[in-house]
């Protein structure tokens, strides 16, 4: 079982980032986060990377019945999204899979809420361009 769903778009690496976000939005989800992986890197390292940005995406009423069905859930919490660009002028952007990463907790309750959270994550990739 693969850990994410990804797309490879064809527009440039800001405009997935407005997009992204943008579907993300239309499926409840909003960015709490927001991490410039070239940056940090390059700041705190001196290297140089690709262009990588993690968003952690939040729906609110799923992370609500997840923080109730699970004590300890919000170590898992958000959703991360990636978008990155490769060296060949791709740009990728991938979502956590919630089942996959949810596989070791044994609760039912928050086996529904991650195959919900699942499903809209799905849209939100197949929807991009």
């Known amino acids: 079982m693969s850990y ?8 440039s690496f800001d405009q997935a980032i407005a997009r992204t976000t943008e579907e993300l939005g239309k499926e409840g989800f909003g960015v709490l986060t927001e991490i410039d992986v070239q940056a940090t890197l390059k700041k705190k390292l001196d290297v140089d990377f690709r262009k990588y940005r993690i968003l952690g995406a939040c729906n609110p009423s799923f992370a609500h019945r997840a923080l109730q069905a699970e004590a300890h859930i919000g170590a898992m919490l958000p ?18 899979d919630p089942i996959a990463s949810m596989q ?3 609760n039912p309750d928050l086996a529904d809420v991650a195959t ?14």
């Open 4 to 11: 994410v769903f990804s797309k490879t778009v064809a527009v």
């Open 104 to 106: 070791a907790i044994d």
């Open 79 to 96: 959703c991360n999204v990636i978008v990155q660009e490769y060296e060949d002028g791709r740009v990728e952007v991938a979502a956590v």
């Open 116 to 129: 919900q959270v699942r499903e809209k994550l799905r849209l939100v990739i197949d929807s991009l361009q």
